[in-house]
């Protein structure tokens, strides 16, 4: 079950002016599902996105990455079930394929299309099934179509993920709204994850990439389930500037820092709710980091807990083996750290200083955090002014069970 997550209200969700939803059951690898998105843009959208580190990248990441290099994008495709990733050639030229028909039938170029893929490596994807698919995505395109879009590009996840903000701009109203998948193969750079957030701002495209960058670090590149990096995560942002606003094209402006705000709450909560939803996932772990000399080594420390399968582990029998925490930010790869002023709390609980056991810390008061849904571990590195928050789960029984039988 997932932690404290609840599906998203359809009607909660905000429609964003110029950009439609269609969904569609295609059979892509399993019959009477969704697994078939297709977005329609209106001409003039800026789009922009990052993507996974990983260098066996899927076909569609490749593709994504040259048409983004073109003079505009009209349309998304999504699939889920096969993530045409490993599959050679062949894969690239399923994913230009899929371009092809999309552009075929909105009356676009196949490189004003954006295709995107995530389920199981190595199997060819099914091209013939998701042409046949999308005219029923076009049938039904419509803008307060997010809830039907969240639930179509789900794989492992329990629940669809979504969400919604407004935000006022020199005094005009802007919807942004996103949805999100993944549960598993999590971590930064990016994760086993595909986002897609709109508004209906303006937003010149140099904004917009430095817009999407900055939400990314602060949401996406925060968490990790796993610790393994997949082949195909991609977070896109879409500016259909239909909002009526004076476009933004100053970083410096108080319109780029709102209108940035709205944005990264929404990545936030998504990807939140990706940790909640991780896959056998009974805790929902916030690690933050301060004290430190600048914000990858806290960053680095947080990830060297929320990656150690001996932390998660404890996490999920509520056992306080807390050295396990300590070994972790040792294993951090700060040489320099003086461990004798790092000072580390459950919640309220202060476990460790001058490198041992608080002198005020009872094991019972360990027990305790330890049994809760939700748990903070703090950490003060004591070197500097820095600081960075990772957001984690646990690892159960039920994490070795769905990857062990993933492809069943």
Request: negative net charge.
């Amino acid at each position: 079950m997932p932690v404290n997550l609840k599906p998203p209200v359809a009607s909660q969700l905000l429609p964003v002016r110029g950009v439609a939803l269609g969904i569609a059951q295609a059979g892509i690898r399993k019959a009477n599902r969704r697994d078939l998105l297709l977005i329609r843009l209106d001409e003039g959208a800026a789009v922009a996105g990052v993507f996974t580190q990983n260098r066996f990248c899927a076909a569609p990441v490749i593709v994504c990455r040259e048409h983004l290099e073109g003079t505009g994008i009209r349309a998304l495709v999504v699939n889920t079930g096969i993530a045409n990733a490993g599959t050679g050639e062949s894969g690239m030229q399923a994913a230009r394929a899929t371009c092809a028909a999309a552009a075929r039938l909105l009356g676009c170029a196949p490189e004003e299309v954006l295709p995107f893929s995530t389920g199981v490596i190595m199997e060819p994807l099914p091209v013939e099934r998701i042409e046949a698919g999308l005219p029923a995505c076009a049938a039904d395109l419509r803008e307060d179509n997010w809830a039907a879009a969240a639930e179509a590009i789900m794989t492992t996840d329990t629940l669809p993920k979504a969400a919604s903000r407004k935000v006022s701009l020199g005094g005009t109203a802007v919807t942004v709204t996103g949805i999100a998948k993944g549960a598993g193969m999590i971590r930064p750079n990016m994760a086993t994850m595909l986002g897609f957030v709109a508004t209906d701002a303006a937003v010149a495209q140099p904004m917009l990439e430095r817009m999407v960058l900055e939400a990314a670090d602060a949401s996406f590149n925060c968490i990790t389930v796993d610790g393994d990096t997949s082949t195909n995560d991609s977070f896109m942002l879409i500016a259909s500037g239909r909002a009526g606003n004076a476009a933004i094209a100053d970083a410096a402006s108080a319109d780029y820092a709102a209108l940035k705000d709205a944005v990264t709450a929404v990545a936030a909560e998504l990807a939140q709710a990706i940790v909640r939803d991780g896959e056998g996932a009974t805790k929902f772990i916030t690690i933050e980091v301060g004290g430190g000399r600048d914000v990858a080594e806290c960053k680095a420390v947080g990830y060297a807990i929320g990656h150690s399968p001996l932390v998660k582990t404890a996490f999920f029998a509520s056992d306080p083996n807390l050295g396990r925490i300590l070994a972790a930010i040792g294993n951090a790869g700060i040489a320099d750290l003086d461990v004798a002023r790092v000072k580390l709390w459950l919640d309220d609980v202060l476990v460790a200083e001058n490198g041992g056991p608080a002198a005020s810390y009872r094991e019972g008061e360990g027990a305790r955090v330890m049994k809760q849904e939700e748990i903070a571990v703090r950490i003060d590195l004591a070197r500097g002014d820095a600081q960075a928050t990772v957001w984690t789960c646990d690892f159960s029984y039920d994490y070795v069970k769905i990857n062990a039988d993933y492809r069943s």
